[in-house]
């Protein structure tokens, strides 16, 4: 199983980046995916996630209207949209999965203490900032 983000970069505020992550060695039509990022001296947090088998979404408050994740089974790709940053959205942004989950809530909810459960790609930067 392997995940790898891209699509990160400096932007300014209110700009938006499309962020993507190619997975291989499983197929997006069962296990969640999701988006996940950390900012220098703050802990990972969900940032969205994706339920493949029934296109079910999950945000937290942080990217309600303004992020958006998405899959394309064809290309087996995760995209995660972001729209009207914030500098505070500034951290290395990572795609996730869960391959024994297939419920996008419970895997944007996964303690951090199971997150070695999960299968993880290698991050990219995103920088908010004028």
């Known amino acids: 199983v392997q995940l790898q983000a891209s699509g990160g970069g400096l932007v300014q505020p209110g700009g938006s980046l499309r962020l993507s992550c190619a997975v291989s060695g499983f197929t997006l039509n069962r296990p969640a995916v999701g988006w996940f990022r950390q900012a220098p001296g703050k802990e990972r947090e969900a940032v969205s996630c994706?339920?493949?088998?029934?296109?079910?979404?999950y945000y937290p408050d942080l990217a309600k209207g303004r992020f958006a994740i998405s899959s394309d089974s064809a290309k087996n790709t995760v995209y995660l949209q972001m729209n009207n940053l914030r500098p505070e959205d500034t951290a290395v942004y990572y795609c996730?999965?869960?391959?024994?989950?297939?419920?996008?809530?419970?895997?944007?909810?996964?303690?951090?203490?199971?997150?070695?459960?999960?299968?993880w790609g290698q991050g990219t930067q995103v920088t908010v900032s004028s």
């Open positions: 996730a999965t869960d391959l024994g989950q297939s419920s996008s809530y419970a895997l944007c909810h996964k303690r951090p203490a199971n997150w070695g459960q999960m299968n």
């Open positions: 994706l339920s493949t088998n029934n296109d079910i979404t």
